[in-house]
């Protein structure tokens, strides 16, 4: 079948005209005419409905543009749809080849790095990984048993975002990602990590100084914890001991500790998640130090005193991924406090000393608040004239400016 290209050539053989010619006739360009007549370039509309007119074709040079031009059309249609049906075929197999294990690295990692890292940018890390547990439970882009995991990963992020935000100073906010943390663990049937919920939603009521609501969540978390099952219990006795003390039951906060060894002593498996997720001995220890300060000194404070140096020196000389830096920080501070209980002045000056070069983005909340409180202790009368006390009060000071 002759072509529109071939009889716009014929046609201008018959009418002896050349290319020159045709071009002043239409009123086109010579070197493009070349090129429709080669068939290198398709011919505009325009130019295939003057050729038609001036080399008298009545019609039919131009029904043959219009059928090559629905070729063409469909052609183009075509390639479009084969174009995205291939990558509509190479999206549904990247989905079915989906799982979920970098994601669950990314939370693995965040949970050691917290320990070791400002809570601002690891609130940015674990809002991102968040985004992308979130985006694949809301779009259904997942393996049927990768569910639940999903939810775990989202419920643990979450967990982070509330520990970063307790640390930057915003209980209300923190509050919100601990519930979200809740319901993603309900939905996951994990119990593991509905217990570490209700450790943390005890941990931001103690930090607000709602000693009763705190207790109330950790009296919840207890119906998740199993005999033997990773650190639960213990981390929640440890929560209570903090409450009681608080309230200024000093026997029942040193049963409550006194529990918590117990329950360490029967554990059989380990947690699922270590890091921000565990409860290291270290940790035990510096919550029973961080306790007992709270009580009127003596034995409390004795034993608080063991406690925090213990923390200090099982996370010093301890493997490094377990270390908390925050959390020995605080139970430098948590030393110094007993130790001023205790009326020891330059022991306490020289364990809070390693507090009062921290840069600022190195200072969270928590460090702040118990900071303060050991200032004023050394502030009180009876330690007027006490150099060491004024010096460290003012260092303090000025680490709070």
């Not at 569910?147 to 990963?153: E, F, G, H, I, M």
């Not at 209570?240 to 029967?266: F, I, K």
């Not at 909340?365 to 010096?391: F, H, Q």
């Amino acid at each position: 079948m002759t072509t529109f290209s071939e009889r716009l050539r014929q046609l201008r053989m018959e009418a002896r005209w050349s290319l020159a010619g045709l071009a002043q006739h239409i009123h086109y360009d010579r070197t493009s005419l070349h090129s429709f007549e080669t068939g290198r370039r398709p011919t505009p509309l325009e130019v295939a409905e003057r050729a038609d007119d001036v080399l008298g074709a009545d019609g039919t040079l131009l029904a043959l543009w219009r059928r090559e031009d629905a070729e063409r059309r469909a052609a183009a249609a075509a390639h479009r749809t084969r174009a995205a049906a291939l990558a509509m075929s190479r999206d549904l197999t990247a989905l079915a080849d989906l799982d979920i294990s970098e994601l669950q690295e990314g939370v693995e990692a965040t949970a050691f790095d917290y320990l070791a890292n400002p809570p601002a940018p690891m609130m940015d890390r674990a809002h991102v990984l968040r985004g992308e547990a979130f985006e694949r439970l809301r779009s259904g882009h997942f393996r049927p048993g990768d569910r639940a995991d999903l939810y775990v990963a989202a419920g643990r992020l979450s967990g982070v975002l509330a520990y970063a935000l307790l640390d930057l100073g915003d209980a209300e906010e923190a509050h919100e990602h601990a519930t979200a943390a809740g319901r993603c663990a309900e939905f996951a049937g994990d119990s593991e990590l509905a217990a570490w919920v209700a450790g943390t939603r005890s941990l931001i009521s103690r930090f607000q100084g709602d000693y009763g609501r705190a207790l109330e969540h950790i009296q919840d978390g207890y119906q998740w914890v199993g005999s033997g099952h990773g650190t639960g219990e213990a981390r929640l006795r440890c929560g209570e001991a903090q409450c009681l003390a608080n309230l200024g039951d000093s026997r029942a906060a040193n049963t409550a500790l006194d529990e918590a060894e117990v329950a360490r002593e029967r554990i059989r498996r380990p947690d699922s998640l270590d890091g921000l997720f565990g409860f290291s001995r270290a940790k035990q220890s510096y919550y029973a130090g961080s306790s007992l300060i709270w009580l009127q000194g003596g034995h409390d404070a004795e034993r608080a005193a063991r406690e925090a140096a213990a923390a200090i020196e099982l996370w010093r000389t301890g493997p490094v991924a377990e270390r908390s830096m925050d959390d020995e920080r605080l139970a430098h501070i948590y030393l110094a406090t007993a130790l001023v209980q205790l009326d020891d002045v330059e022991g306490a000056a020289e364990a809070i000393q390693p507090i009062l070069s921290l840069p600022e983005e190195e200072q969270i909340s928590w460090i702040a608040k118990r900071a303060d409180r050991l200032a004023g202790m050394l502030s009180a009368p009876r330690y007027v004239g006490n150099r060491t006390a004024a010096e460290t009060v003012a260092a303090i000071n000025a680490l709070a400016a």
